[in-house]
């Protein structure tokens, strides 16, 4: 039974991101995982091993779709090319959901590669709903969109990131990723509490969760991926899920990626919270 | 907790503030900042003080970025500044090796700085961030002096490895598909992922033993302190001796989805080239031969055993069109 309105899917459990460094093993030992998210624009081609290897997966394991450069902020439209590329993938994979960021990355036809913050006005928020049901539309695949870590904010906000997250799923009544991870970080570079941004999220929108890791500089925080997840962000994500219920949840880790079994150890930490829910709730 | 007064304050009081209530004010907003962020680093990878106008960079972070307690607006968008130049120019420090140890390092750094400069990305993925290099070169040799026509080789032949990964395959035309077909008559396409080199240099040679050479450092090191540092100090490959000048030609290409190259005799070249351009089977052979400087040899038995091979590796496909059919 869902946890929630947009979570159809609470028996996916705990899932890995699917990378490069961990294909041989998993091939050749055929590990038991609940499920993998692979990064969508990876195997956005036409030909050659990226799509064997995602076939082979596809026989032994369920796979959600997870993309990078949809950039549903953009003040552009969206690119129709990138749309058709997702949809023979989305065919392919049969993901149940697809996710992509609350973000902006190019202009002009010109890409950063990066996931940029937005500002938090009712305009942008329009213009990111907007995108998002075409996306919608076009894919005809339900979507979530995932609230990115930033560095900086922009004089024109008019609402706090938790609001503004709010007002666009509202409009294009999406989904969430919660990015619990994310949240952190970026409390901590615009000093504010997260919790409050948990409590004021629309909890029934919330279809999956993402947990990582991240590095601490001296004035700031970076997400990078390249650590086990900290402390801070376990007990943000133990509060998640006591709001919105057993939800699937995935573990990233994309820079100096240890051994297959120590990122899935490490993922299945997350499985102690998910039961102490339940628990709690028999 | 207590705030300090944020540091950028008093400028961002004084500076003219961009506003985004608007689809058409959102996009200018990201097409300047989207042009903060392409704009090179300094020598210390710091952004550059000075806008294109000649306005000191911190009155115009200041009319979009709030600062806050710690950092200035400036210091908050040099965050986007640096990371988006470090990871395209990681992209393309690990996606051409050949092309870094033709031009060693530094020179390297400062051509696809240049490069990425004038052609910033224009594809969702980075994948195709090199796909412009070659035309760069072309127009600014300047970079890769004096070694331009081998930093080209190199250029076309770590490119064809991108194109050969992943890019498409069409179904295979076998040899019973074409048994009864007449020479005259045949055209056979060859496969998307293919490519033709004719080079002056011997790269194919060089880039196995630059490899080897960056693998052997990489094998003495513990893997995570290797990857915990930044890519530039990895100056520890052995150096390797630049290909001496000599006419090759070498298909890359894929089977069984590994990536191989190989190299082969002008005349087949000259075949499966006139293949490609769409003249049929037996025009094609009768250019390759034209071409060559061998006399009397015996080219029937040859010639079959190329296109046995050719086709047993699946490089032949139904053309897309017959151009010059019509």
């Known amino acids: 039974m869902p946890a929630n309105l947009f979570n159809n899917f609470t028996d996916y459990g705990i899932g890995i991101g699917l990378r490069v460094p961990h294909y041989r093993h998993i091939l050749s030992k055929k590990p038991v995982v609940d499920w993998f998210e692979i990064i969508s624009e990876n195997f956005m081609v036409d030909g050659g091993r990226p799509l064997e290897v995602l076939d082979a997966i596809l026989e032994q394991y369920r796979v959600v779709q997870h993309g990078v450069a949809m950039y549903f902020g953009s003040a552009d439209r969206l690119n129709r090319e990138h749309l058709r590329k997702l949809k023979r993938l989305v065919k392919r994979t049969n993901t149940p959901w697809l996710s992509d960021h609350l973000c902006w990355g190019s202009v002009d036809g010109r890409y950063t590669h990066d996931l940029l913050p937005m500002p938090y006005t009712f305009a942008c928020a329009r213009v990111t709903a907007d995108n998002i049901c075409e996306a919608r539309d076009f894919l005809e695949v339900p979507i979530c969109v995932e609230n990115v870590s930033s560095y900086a904010e922009f004089h024109a906000s008019e609402m706090t990131e938790w609001e503004f997250l709010g007002e666009v799923v509202e409009r294009s009544n999406c989904g969430i990723l919660l990015d619990v991870n994310n949240i952190y970080v970026s409390s901590k570079n615009h000093s504010f509490d997260p919790y409050e941004y948990l409590n004021n999220v629309p909890h029934h929108r919330v279809g999956q969760i993402h947990i990582a890791g991240h590095s601490k500089f001296e004035k700031y925080i970076l997400d990078t991926h390249d650590h086990p997840v900290l402390n801070p962000v376990w007990k943000l994500y133990a509060h998640a899920v006591r709001l919105v219920g057993r939800t699937a949840t995935l573990l990233e880790w994309d820079d100096r990626i240890p051994t297959f079994d120590e990122v899935h150890h490490e993922a299945l930490k997350a499985t102690r919270f998910i039961n102490e829910l339940e628990d709690a709730a028999a | ?326």
């Open chain 2, 1 to 326: 907790m207590r705030r300090s007064k944020p540091p950028g304050l008093s400028t961002s009081l004084r500076t003219p503030q961009l506003k985004a209530g608007s689809r058409s004010q959102l996009k200018q907003l990201q097409q300047l900042m989207a042009s903060a962020l392409f704009r090179p680093l300094t020598a210390e990878d710091r952004m550059q003080p000075k806008w294109v106008d000649g306005r000191a960079m911190n009155k115009v972070a200041a009319s979009f970025i709030k600062p806050n307690d710690r950092l200035t607006s400036f210091e908050r968008l040099e965050i986007y500044n640096r990371v988006y130049w470090f990871r395209v120019l990681d992209c393309l420090y690990d996606d051409y090796p050949g092309l870094r140890a033709v031009l060693g390092e530094q020179k390297f750094m400062k051509l696809i700085t240049a490069y990425l400069t004038k052609y910033p990305s224009v594809s969702f993925t980075l994948r195709n961030l090199g796909s412009r290099l070659e035309k760069f070169i072309l127009e600014e040799p300047k970079w890769a002096a004096p070694h331009q026509r081998m930093a080209l080789d190199m250029v076309r032949f770590e490119w064809a490895q991108v194109v050969a990964f992943d890019d498409p395959a069409k179904p295979s035309v076998t040899p019973d598909d074409i048994l009864d077909a007449k020479p005259e008559k045949l055209r056979l396409g060859l496969q998307p992922y293919l490519s033709l080199l004719q080079l002056d240099y011997a790269v194919d040679e060089f880039l196995i033993a630059v490899k080897k050479s960056e693998s052997d450092v990489l094998r003495g090191e513990a893997s995570n302190v290797i990857e915990a540092m930044p890519k530039e100090s990895r100056r520890l490959q052995k150096k390797v001796r630049l290909p001496k000048r000599r006419r090759l030609h070498l298909v890359v290409h894929r089977f069984d989805n590994m990536l191989y190259y190989k190299r082969l005799e002008p005349e087949a070249f000259a075949i499966l080239s006139a293949l490609r351009d769409g003249d049929t089977v037996a025009n094609a052979c009768a250019i390759g031969l034209a071409a060559s400087r061998r006399r009397r040899f015996n080219w029937s038995p040859q010639i079959k055993n190329w296109f046995n091979d050719w086709s047993l590796l699946g490089w032949f496909c139904r053309p897309d069109s017959n151009p010059k059919e019509s």
